[in-house]
């Protein structure tokens, strides 16, 4: 391998960008802004705000915050609740995957019945996915996207998970995955450190649990960071424990690390943070856009300054490799040696369809 790498830019299907409802924890530009600092050129956003993406307005309403303010390319998932299926023909075009969320988490839109499940699934038309938080739920998602026929993307996937997937795409669903960064390098033995900064959902595994999952590493489709933190205090107040970690500025040197360990290859990487997003979720091409890696460069997570609004992360003192030197937003350097130099200019997405 070269030193000196060029990668396409990354993507991130999974992000919380926490805007509107609670900017103290991230907003559309901190967000983006540590999207393009860890090599993201196009993140796709959560729908579990105050208020939740429900509606068409409430979708319109997140496009005009984040117009004029976005260092990378954003775009939106829909949510879904038995009332939001009214809005899907009318926003089938502007977002990319509808979300349904089919345990406890961040928000309030957990659904559990099965009758509003059914209804949820047969309504969403169209090729782009349905993206599911299912935890022991998983079998119940794939049931219903099988019978009616749905493209399935199954969320922050877990070790126990990876029979029922590859069941079900040796049976032909159109079905894809994603692991998270914090499932593949911390574990259950971390949780005395970390204490409540370590609570996300699905939880950590055991290390057992995480070296199946880097032994099925070529059977996942893709890496998401799910980057949905909290503040210190609000991660610290063990009355009301919050779920969900950063990701976006990490994710690279530690997946990196990982290349030059022997857990995957270059090749493997590049397609899970790049490739299979762009072509799963229909994203629009981003012509002349690419990220230089100096990947002789080894650090420990905390000496590398981080862009986000939150001022902590799970992976500190961990090894990292890579330096990004560069990123190219459609020809124009938006991020060199560790600073921004020009005016926000991403773009607000929508898919190819
Ligand atoms: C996410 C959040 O805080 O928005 N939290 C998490 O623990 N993963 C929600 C989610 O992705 O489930
Ligand atoms: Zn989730
Ligand atoms: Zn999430
Ligand atoms: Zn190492």
Redesign the pocket.
Known sequence: MDTLIKLPGFVDV?V?LREPGATQKEDFSTGTKAAIAGGYTQVLD?P?NNPPTLDKAALDNKIKLATGKIWSDLGFNFGASENSTKYFDQVKKDVFGLKV?MNS???NLVITERKKLDLIFRSWQGPLPIMV?AENTLGIAISLAQKYKKKLHV??MVADQIEMITKAKKSGLQITCEVCPHHLFLTRDDQKSLGTLA???PPLLTKAEQDKLWANINKIDMIST?H?H?TLEEKKDKRDV????PGLETTLPLMLNAVFDGKLSLAKLINMLSTKARETFMLPEQPNTYVLVDLTKVYKIKDKKLFTKCNWTPFENMEGRGEIKKVVLRGKTVFSNGSFNTSPSGKIIKPRV
């Open positions: 999974h919380h959560m579990n969320y988490t961040t928000g938080h969320c922050h609570m996300m959902k799910d949905a909290h919050k779920f969900g970690v």
